[in-house]
């Protein structure tokens, strides 16, 4: 009998300038963080990741977006979710050492 992992489907909302570098990596993974952004925060409910790319990156940016993306629900689970609000209102918290730069835990492409 084979074991097929389940997937867990995650939002993220970006500006232009992480779009664009999406798509120069053939929508197969997210640029590496920023410095002064160093935890990568893929949101649990897609009306979330709306939001935060209405309120924040189009607030900050000029425009946002919400890419959907699907990962090894396995892998996913080694890492806390954390509620910052409402019961939508959930993120995972990845360090950017621990987010692999290959993109083995992605199902498929990232998506928008």
Same mark, same amino acid.
């Not at 997937?7 to 990596?25: C, H, S, Y």
């Not at 410095?35 to 893929?42: D, S, T, V």
């Not at 924040?56 to 689970?77: C, E, K, Q």
């Given at each position: 009998?084979? !074991?097929?992992?389940?997937?867990?489907?995650?939002?993220?909302?970006?500006?232009?300038?992480?779009?664009?570098? $999406?798509?120069?990596?053939?929508?197969?993974?997210? +640029?590496?963080?920023? +410095?002064?952004? +160093?935890?990568?925060?893929?949101?649990? !409910?897609? /009306?979330?990741?709306?939001? $935060? /790319?209405?309120? %924040?990156?189009?607030?900050?940016? *000029? $425009?946002?977006?919400?890419?959907?993306?699907?990962?090894?629900?396995?892998?996913?689970?080694?890492? +806390?979710?954390?509620?910052? *609000? *409402?019961?939508?209102t959930t993120s995972c918290g990845y360090r950017p050492k621990s %987010?692999?730069?290959?993109?083995?835990?992605? %199902?498929?492409?990232?998506? %928008?």
């Amino acid at each position: 009998m084979r !074991h097929d992992p389940a997937a867990l489907l995650l939002f993220r909302p970006v500006n232009q300038q992480e779009l664009d570098l $999406i798509a120069a990596a053939n929508w197969l993974a997210f +640029p590496p963080r920023l +410095p002064e952004q +160093p935890y990568f925060y893929p949101v649990l !409910h897609e /009306a979330y990741a709306s939001q $935060i /790319a209405r309120d %924040w990156n189009v607030s900050y940016y *000029g $425009i946002g977006y919400v890419l959907r993306f699907a990962v090894d629900a396995d892998y996913a689970a080694t890492f +806390p979710v954390q509620n910052v *609000g *409402g019961p939508s209102t959930t993120s995972c918290g990845y360090r950017p050492k621990s %987010w692999p730069s290959s993109t083995s835990i992605f %199902w498929g492409r990232l998506r %928008w």
